[in-house]
């Protein structure tokens, strides 16, 4: 093989990878809202946080660790119990996929399912939160 055809032939291999890693991290990233609006959330690597506008209520006491904006939504893994996001972005998202009424989001381990009374969200341990505007609780 000369080193021109060989040069090429690794140019091609890298474009493929590459186009083949994105085309996979793409597959597991999405962002949802609820019809309202007033609930958007983010999926990627295996993790769920959904916002809602005005934020979590009841709001337990910021965390010292906390330095960011407190409170706006909930994080939500594969395994493990839910709990409160502590970030300076948000997941709300006007332009996310709309889930309407009565049907359910599903990626990886966890699954939303879209109500009039908000979102309720599960995890394959059975733990996750139901996110409203006026009150929001994890479980």
């Known amino acids: ?24 991290g793409a597959s597991d990233f999405a962002t949802f809202r609820s019809p309202s609006g ?11 946080r959904c916002d809602v506008a005005g934020g979590v209520k009841p ?14 939504g909930f994080w939500l893994a594969r395994k493990g119990r839910a709990s409160i996001v502590c970030a300076g972005d948000t997941a709300l998202n006007g332009s996310a996929q709309v889930v309407p009424y009565g049907m359910t989001w599903r990626r990886g381990a966890v699954a939303c399912a ?22 929001s609780r994890s479980f």
């Open 38 to 48: 007033a609930i958007g959330c983010v999926y990627g690597d295996g993790t769920l």
């Open 1 to 24: 093989m000369k080193l021109r055809d060989f040069i090429a032939c690794s140019a091609a291999a890298a474009i493929a990878i590459v186009v083949t890693a994105r085309t996979a």
């Open 59 to 72: 709001l337990p006491p910021r965390p010292k660790s906390c330095e960011l904006d407190w409170g706006q």
């Open 114 to 135: 879209s109500t009039i009374n908000g979102m309720h969200c599960l995890n394959v341990d059975g733990h996750g939160f139901t996110i409203a505007r006026g009150e």
